[in-house]
């Protein structure tokens, strides 16, 4: 067990670019959410899977954000032309996918949109 | 809406010292709860969770917490703290999306430990 983990760690991309992040749950683990973290907040829930379906989007997840999980195992997070406002630490985690599971975070992504 | 308050921002103890954070809930039937700290460069680490049964909550690292229905509160203690606890602690509320309970997060409280 090697725990949750994100790719990249930091990325720094001036407005309107394009950005995709990478995150690769435990391995047994079928439940993947992924979470968005402002400078003195808590994390705010985006999105999860199941598998590979997409389950819910929360209304922070605007037309710009597209997430993906094709295979059930490791998922993509894109934003599209990026804004200074979704500069944050974008968060994975992933769980079992009983009741009342247990979430395991990822280190997370820090984005700085310039 | 489920939501969750801390009203502390930032608690200051001096190492060995007790620690209490407060945790306030707004939420209209049993709540499930959490509590999770996150250390610099660090993912989330989930302390404890309550979802029912006896409301006094025993977790990792030696922290409990205790379920107070009747004051919406779910506060998180330790005896004795250590350097090592300095840390960022979320409390979360388990809202219910399509099967799994998200927890709705907290704005936070920073611990900071003084020798």
């Known amino acids: 067990d090697t725990g949750v983990s994100q790719d990249p760690r930091h990325k720094i991309t001036k407005r309107g670019q394009n950005v995709t992040f990478r995150c690769d749950p435990i391995s047994e683990h079928n439940r993947l959410y992924w979470y968005r973290q402002t400078l003195g907040q808590g994390p705010e829930f985006l999105t999860y899977f199941q598998n590979e379906a997409q389950l819910e989007k929360s209304r922070l997840l605007s037309d710009r954000f597209s997430a993906e999980r094709p295979k059930g195992s490791f998922s993509t997070l894109e934003i599209q032309r990026t804004e200074q406002g979704d500069s944050a630490m974008y968060l994975c985690?992933?769980?079992?996918?009983?009741?009342?599971?247990?979430?395991?975070f990822g280190p997370g992504t820090r984005l700085l949109v310039l | 809406a489920q939501s969750v308050t801390q009203p502390d921002i930032h608690i200051t103890v001096s190492e060995g010292a007790s620690l209490e954070l407060r945790c306030n809930y707004s939420y209209g039937a049993t709540p499930y709860l959490f509590w999770y700290v996150q250390s610099p460069g660090q993912g989330l680490q989930l302390l404890l969770k309550?979802?029912?049964?006896?409301?006094l909550v025993q977790g990792i690292k030696g922290f409990e917490a205790e379920f107070k229905r009747s004051q919406s509160s779910f506060n998180l203690r330790k005896p004795s703290v250590h350097w090592s606890d300095a840390a960022e602690y979320f409390c979360a509320v388990g809202d219910s999306w399509g099967g799994s309970y998200i927890p709705t997060f907290g704005r936070g409280t920073s611990l900071i430990v003084h020798p």
């Open positions: 309550y979802f029912s049964g006896d409301t």
């Open positions: 985690a992933s769980s079992l996918g009983v009741a009342g599971e247990t979430q395991y």
